[in-house]
């Protein structure tokens, strides 16, 4: 039948269609600007995820499933380097570095606080604080009974460079110890729990402290995020037919906050785009049934005139689908310049229990422009199978009779 | 002319065939008998003028032999063929093959210009475009507007619009066209400028024409005449140009 009879009906009531594109577009351009809103929060708290945590770690199972008994759980110095080599067979393989954490109690002769010490290889490549540090520096190579911590617990016990602290911990032999700290650095970081209970030291020292050679796991630094997933099930099976009794992990397993607000995202998103389909449906379902019902006497008439049923089904339903292509692609031109006008407007937002503020931002790509294009789309079509299926089973004679 | 003629030699052969049609309607409890068993034959190249007052069921007679309708009881038969027993799609293909249909309110479909109109059910046959662009201008030259082919119906004229539906009943060829008061909605010299082109077109390609009509001003064009009453029809005398043929 051609595509000419139904896109010219749907012009034949301008102002109607132009009511029901828009619709359909600003359906799918708030969809879409939210969408590329979560996306882009999603994406930044991807990117400090992986910071804080690298791209995959690798420990005892035991650790992983919570399933330790004192330090049983560390990583031999062979394991290590077993790992070592395995990576070295990764493409996308940056870096990686040991780490070996205790609980101690930090003491400053005045106030004790319970602190969860990390031992770092200092100046390593992969997770290194140095960065941000906001007074003295990060740890150092030729350091030994150094801390970096952090500015939240600093403020609380009056900690500033310099300043010497006692940390008292238990060894893996389950003797205690204590050691005096030198502060020789303060950091900042967006968790402010964070902030106030992680203390960095040096691995060796920690290893000496704690009376072992081994570390607690190896966080592993990829070129890509996307490279997590592969790479940690390569390992896996790399690990486990050797014998090697270490698991990886990856930075969204790691993150229990990061899956929880993933999962948020897309639920509400799903929420959103389905409350905006329903809308859609319910205006254009009403919009068409009321273009087609103006239109019996017509339909009596090609029927008459040897129409089909099914010819004139799908006469309708391609005007509707013209009325869903049109409308979702000038809904998702929109939304695009939606989201470029509000990251050229810049707007700064400061998170509930983080310090720095941040840049509000939408980001958008192709893949992601689908998902509203799509579902306005598909809500469209299905808001027209009615109104169409009501035309094509209009009875003729009773359709001609209709002025 | 490419279009018709082809039939002339069947001429008197018998197209359509009503026999003992009866059309009823419940109306509350009632039943009204729109018409009581009629028979009926069209030959090939008659011109039929069918009369009767308002309400006497020419309208619904019209539509059953157009097939658009199924009558209560009784069988139409279409060359021959029952019709009862056909499927709602064999029945259209019917309509878009055989079957010419013009209207009193001409119908035209309003954002498709006047050759797009004509043009229509030859897209419904999937005709190649050569062949549809041909008998187009073929048919719009026949009535008279080959010069308004672009125009759409609001810009035509109730004459013009009629005789692109005229040229739209014909340009697939059928062997018959059904008018339901052609003429009502139109003057009475646009009218019988109407009835001529018809007329005209009935006797060049020998298409039977059922026209039915309150205008008494119509009926002198009648190869024959048939009148209908309270439903029943009678069989009336024409001037017996058409008929005579045979
Ligand atoms: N759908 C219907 N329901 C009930 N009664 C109907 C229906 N269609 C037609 N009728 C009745 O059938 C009878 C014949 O109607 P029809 O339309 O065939 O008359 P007509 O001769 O064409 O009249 P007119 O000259 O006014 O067009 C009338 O009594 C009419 O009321
Ligand atoms: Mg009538």
């Known amino acids: ?403 | 002319m490419g279009f018709g003629s082809r039939f002339c030699h069947v001429r008197g052969a018998k197209f359509l065939d009503a026999q003992r049609l009866t059309k009823t309607y419940r109306v509350g409890s009632e039943t009204v008998y729109a018409l009581r068993d009629v028979n009926f034959v069209a030959l090939q190249g008659d011109f039929v003028v069918i009369n009767g007052p308002s309400g006497s069921g020419k309208t619904t007679f019209l539509n059953l032999m157009s097939v658009i309708d199924r009558p209560t009881s009784g069988e139409v038969f279409i060359e021959s063929q029952p019709t009862s027993t056909q499927s709602e799609g064999q029945l259209a293909y019917l309509r878009k093959t055989k079957i010419g249909l013009v209207f009193q309110s001409f119908n035209l479909i309003p954002v498709l210009s006047a050759a797009e109109n004509v043009e229509y059910p030859l897209l419904l046959q999937r005709r190649p475009k050569p062949e549809r662009q041909e008998r187009v201008a073929a048919l719009l030259a026949e009535v008279g507007l080959s010069d308004l082919a672009r125009r759409r119906p609001n810009e035509l004229s109730g004459g013009q619009r009629q005789r692109v539906a005229i040229a739209r009943a014909l340009v697939s060829g059928p062997m018959i066209v059904l008018a339901d008061e052609p003429t009502a909605n139109l003057d009475s010299k646009t009218g019988e400028a109407v009835m001529d082109l018809m007329r005209r077109l009935n006797e060049e390609h020998c298409v039977t024409f059922i026209v039915v009509t309150h205008d008494p001003a119509v009926s002198r064009y009648a190869g024959r005449r048939v009148r209908i009453h309270d439903g029943r029809l009678e069989e009336g005398e024409g001037n017996g140009v058409a008929a005579s043929a045979s």
């Open chain 1, 1 to 403: 039948m051609g595509w000419r009879l139904p896109l010219r009906s749907l012009w034949r009531n301008r102002r109607r269609t132009l009511l029901s594109l828009a619709v359909i577009a600003l359906g799918t351009a708030v969809s879409l600007f939210v969408l590329g809103f979560l996306e882009n929060s999603r994406f930044q708290i991807q990117e400090s995820t992986v910071q804080e945590y690298g791209n995959l770690q690798v420990a005892s199972p035991k650790l992983w499933k919570n399933e330790t008994d004192g330090y049983d759980y560390l990583v031999s110095p062979r394991d290590v380097a077993r790992l070592a080599s395995l990576l070295e067979m990764e493409p996308g393989f940056r870096g990686s570095t040991s780490e070996l954490q205790f609980p101690g109690l930090l003491g400053t002769g005045r106030e004790t606080q319970v602190i969860r010490a990390i031992g770092i290889e200092p100046e390593n490549p992969v997770l290194d604080f140095a960065e941000h540090a906001v007074a003295g520096r990060g740890l150092q190579l030729s350091d030994t009974a150094s801390a970096f911590v952090g500015r939240t617990l600093a403020e609380r016990l009056s900690l500033s460079v310099g300043s010497v602290i006692m940390v008292t911990l238990t060894t893996v032999n389950g003797a205690y110890n204590a050691s005096p700290f030198t502060v020789v650095g303060i950091y900042k970081y967006s968790n402010e729990q964070f902030e106030q209970q992680v203390v960095f030291v040096p691995l060796a020292f920690a290893q000496r402290l704690l009376n072992t050679d081994g570390v607690d796991r190896i966080v592993i630094s990829l070129d890509r995020i996307e490279a997590s997933n592969p790479v940690a099930s390569r390992l896996a099976a790399a690990l486990q037919t050797d014998g090697t009794h270490l698991a990886p992990r990856t930075w969204d397993d790691l993150s229990p906050f990061y899956r929880q607000l993933a999962s948020y995202f897309n639920a509400l998103f799903a929420f959103l785009s389905l409350a905006i389909s329903i809308l859609v449906f319910f205006i254009i379902l009403q919009v068409q049934t009321l273009a087609f019902l103006e239109r019996t006497r017509e339909i009596g008439t090609i029927r008459a005139l040897g129409t089909t049923q099914r010819e004139v089904f799908g006469l309708f339903f391609s005007e509707s689908a013209w009325l869903a292509v049109l409308g979702s692609s000038m809904g998702v031109a929109l939304g695009a310049l939606l989201v470029a006008a509000f990251n050229a407007v810049g707007i700064q937002w400061l998170p509930p229990g983080t310090i720095e503020k941040f840049t509000l931002g939408a980001r958008i790509e192709v893949k992601t422009a689908l998902v509203p294009f799509a579902v306005s789309l598909v809500a469209t079509l299905l808001s027209a199978l009615y109104p169409a299926a009501q035309a094509s089973r209009l009875r003729v004679v009773e359709a001609l009779r209709i002025e």
